[in-house]
C-alpha cells in the first residue's frame, strides 16, 4: 500500500524507536523529566520564543491556547476554512466558552483590512474580540503557504488592538522549508504558536505550543485541567527530538514529490489538479472521471493506493517521509489503472 491519506501516517524510524528505549525519564509534572525539559528547550529556541510545552495533539495544542488567551464569551477571528473552525468538533466553543469569527480567506490567508474591520468596538451588544488565529501552512487550501507579509500585516493590526495572535502551524515548517523563510521569523509575527511533531517531521505522538513565560505557565495548568499533565513522557520526547532535529530540511523532498505527483496527475484525463502545489498537499478533482470521490477511493485502494476524500468530488494526498520518489511514480502508473 501506498499511504497518501496524511502525513500523520508515518512510523517511527528505528533510530526513533530507540532513542525511546533508552530515554532518561522523569515525572514531567513535577518537572523532572530530562527528555521533555530538552525537547521543550529545544523547540522554543527553534522558534525564537522563551517557553515552550510538550502537549499530546495538535488539536490540543490549539484548544489549550485559547483557553489561555480568552474568556468565555470572547469572540476569535480566524479564517473560514481553518482546521479549527472545520475539523475541531467545536472545541473552541465547548471548551473555552468563545465563539468564532469566521473570514473567508484567498489559499488560507485572510485580507487585513476585514480581520480589521471584524474586530469588535466596545459596545454593551458585543462580544469583547479576544483572538485572531492563523494557520500556515493551510490545510484546507491545499498546503497554501500563508505569506509573510499578510502575517505581518495582521500581527500590526492585532497589536494596535490589543488582541494576541496565535499561529496554527500544524505544518509551519513546511512553510519554512518551502520559503526559506526561517521559523523565528513566522514565529515573530504571532504571540503564540502550535506546531505538529507527529506531520512531516514525523514523530509518532505530540505537538509543541510555544509562546512566552508567563504563556506558558498558565497553558501548563491548562493542559493539566484537561488531564493532560503526562509522566514519564520523555518515551515519546525522545523521538519527538529527532524529528524536531533532524527531520525538518527533508520535508524538501516531500514537497518534490507532491510536485511530481501533480503534474503526472495533470496528464491523467478526467483528473485536475485544483490547488497550486507549494508544500506536500495535492489536491484533485474527480467530477470530470466516472467516479465520485468516495468510489474513486475504492478504486485507488484497489490498486493499492490510500488516500482521503475532502468534498463529494475532491480527493486529497499527502506526501512524507515514508513516501518516496519511486513510490510516486508506481502511485502514478496505478492510478492510472484505477481510470480504466
Ligand atoms: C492536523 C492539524 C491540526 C491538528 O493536529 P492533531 O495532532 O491531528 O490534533 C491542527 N491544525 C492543522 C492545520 C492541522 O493540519
Request: hydrophobic fraction near 40%.
Amino acid at each position: 500500500m501506498i499511504d497518501l491519506r496524511s502525513d500523520t501516517v508515518t512510523k517511527p524510524t528505528d533510530a526513533m524507536r530507540q532513542a525511546s528505549f533508552e530515554a532518561v525519564v522523569g515525572d514531567d509534572v513535577y518537572g523532572e523529566d530530562p527528555t521533555i525539559n530538552k525537547l521543550e528547550e529545544t523547540a522554543a529556541e527553534l522558534v525564537g520564543k522563551e517557553a515552550a510545552l510538550f502537549v499530546s495533539s495538535g488539536t490540543q495544542g490549539n484548544q489549550i491556547s485559547a483557553l489561555t488567551h480568552c474568556k468565555p464569551g470572547n469572540e476569535v477571528i480566524l479564517e473560514a476554512n481553518s482546521h479549527i473552525f472545520m475539523y475541531e468538533g467545536a472545541a473552541f466553543s465547548v471548551f473555552a466558552g468563545v465563539q468564532s469569527r469566521p473570514i473567508v480567506g484567498d489559499r488560507g490567508a485572510m485580507n487585513p483590512e476585514e480581520v480589521k474591520a471584524a474586530i469588535r468596538g466596545t459596545d454593551i451588544h458585543y462580544p469583547e474580540t479576544g483572538l485572531i488565529c492563523i494557520e500556515n501552512t493551510h490545510n484546507k487550501a491545499g498546503g497554501a503557504i500563508i505569506p509573510l507579509s499578510n502575517m505581518k500585516e495582521i500581527f500590526e493590526i492585532a497589536r494596535m488592538n490589543h488582541i494576541p495572535v496565535h499561529l496554527d502551524g500544524a505544518r509551519l515548517f513546511n512553510a519554512s522549508v518551502a520559503t526559506g523563510i526561517s521559523l523565528k521569523e513566522y514565529a515573530a509575527c504571532t504571540d503564540t504558536l502550535q506546531f505538529c511533531l507527529s506531520k512531516g517531521l514525523g514523530a509518532p505522538v505530540g505537538s509543541i505550543i510555544a509562546g512566552s513565560k508567563e504563556f506558558i505557565s498558565t497553558a501548563r495548568k491548562w493542559r493539566k485541567r484537561l488531564g493532560g499533565g503526562m509522566r514519564q513522557a520523555g518515551i515519546i520526547a525522545a523521538p519527538a527530538l529527532i524529528a524536531l532535529t533532524e527531520n525538518m530540511e527533508r520535508l524538501a523532498e516531500d514537497h518534490d514529490n507532491a510536485k511530481k505527483l501533480a503534474e503526472g496527475l495533470e496528464s491523467v484525463k478526467g483528473l485536475s489538479v485544483i490547488n497550486k502545489v507549494e508544500t506536500n498537499i495535492v489536491m484533485v478533482d474527480v467530477s470530470k472521471t466516472k467516479y465520485d470521490a468516495a468510489q474513486f477511493l475504492i478504486e485507488l485502494r484497489n490498486q493499492g493506493i490510500l488516500a482521503g476524500a475532502f468534498g463529494p468530488e475532491t480527493i486529497r494526498l499527502v506526501t512524507h517521509y515514508d513516501v518516496t520518489s519511486k513510490d510516486i511514480e508506481k502511485a502514478l502508473s496505478r492510478i492510472q489503472k484505477a481510470l480504466k
